[in-house]
């Protein structure tokens, strides 16, 4: 099995408060594939930012997690059952699943070991998807360019190996389902400067760059940022597109 990169637990709070919301469209979508709806898996699900959206579609979500932090700061949901494991050793029955799910994840798994796990406990029309998000686009263009400016120069060379993963939407992971032709989603919020630090600040290069030069970049971006950003109380237009696969198991 892959060793275990714990990247999260130690902003699981902040996490939680300050990542973006996926679009209910895409559960919508996501639900209508399965002939059942009997029991989901969310898989490395953090804190569930895609768990609790599930509970509305499916009559049971199981969400697992390697990191008992992740999973303490879930909203608690009597259709939920929160469980520590890697998404390697689900602990679920086979043929049991209808729907499973790997929301901005999927690159950090040993995906031999998961991929045969998924096979393993999806039903014969069961679904999997896997979806993840990169570098935000922000409304204000100069505060745009500022922001990629900072994801790619200044902590662009602290971000892990896997991030390439992301970048490039999982297409170039390997994915032996059979897969399904996904419409496009994207995230939205209308935020304030301070949310967007927020976000920031749980991105993994961040905090690796603070580990690593004992200096913590935002308050620079902050002074950057204000330059353009206005008022407080401003709100901007932050746009994450999703890439999204899609596949049922292969006979």
């Not at 879930?74 to 086979?94: D, F, K, N, T």
């Not at 070991?113 to 896997?130: M, Q, S, T, Y």
């Not at 896997?162 to 170039?172: A, F, L, S």
Request: aromatic share 12%.
């Amino acid at each position: 099995m892959k060793p275990y990169a714990d990247h999260f637990s130690r902003v699981a709070a902040a996490y939680a408060s300050c990542r973006p919301v996926y679009p209910d469209d895409l559960f919508t979508y996501l639900s209508s594939l399965p002939p059942q709806h009997q029991l989901a898996w969310d898989c490395a699900a953090g804190n569930g930012q895609a768990t609790i959206p599930l509970t509305q579609r499916f009559h049971r979500v199981i969400a697992t997690d390697i990191s008992p932090e992740m999973l303490a700061s879930a909203p608690r949901h009597p259709q939920v059952q929160y469980r520590i494991a890697p998404a390697e050793q689900s602990g679920l029955g086979s043929s049991s699943v209808d729907l499973l799910t790997v929301a901005q994840a999927l690159h950090w798994l040993d995906l031999q070991e998961f991929f045969a796990e998924a096979h393993r406990v999806l039903k014969p029309d069961g679904v999997i998807a896997a979806w993840t998000y990169g570098v935000q686009e922000i409304s204000d263009k100069p505060a745009n360019r500022i922001m990629q400016r900072f994801y790619h120069d200044v902590v662009g060379p602290y971000w892990p190996a896997e991030r390439h993963h992301v970048e490039t939407g999982y297409r170039e992971l390997p994915f032996p389902f059979a897969e399904l032709e996904a419409p496009t989603f994207a995230m939205q919020a209308e935020w304030t400067m301070s949310e967007l630090l927020g976000y920031i600040g749980t991105w993994s290069a961040v905090q690796r760059f603070r580990e690593t030069t004992g200096h913590d970049p935002l308050p620079e971006l902050a002074r950057e940022l204000k330059e353009f950003w206005g008022e407080a109380a401003q709100v901007r237009t932050v746009r994450w597109p999703l890439s999204l696969r899609v596949g049922v198991p292969s006979s």
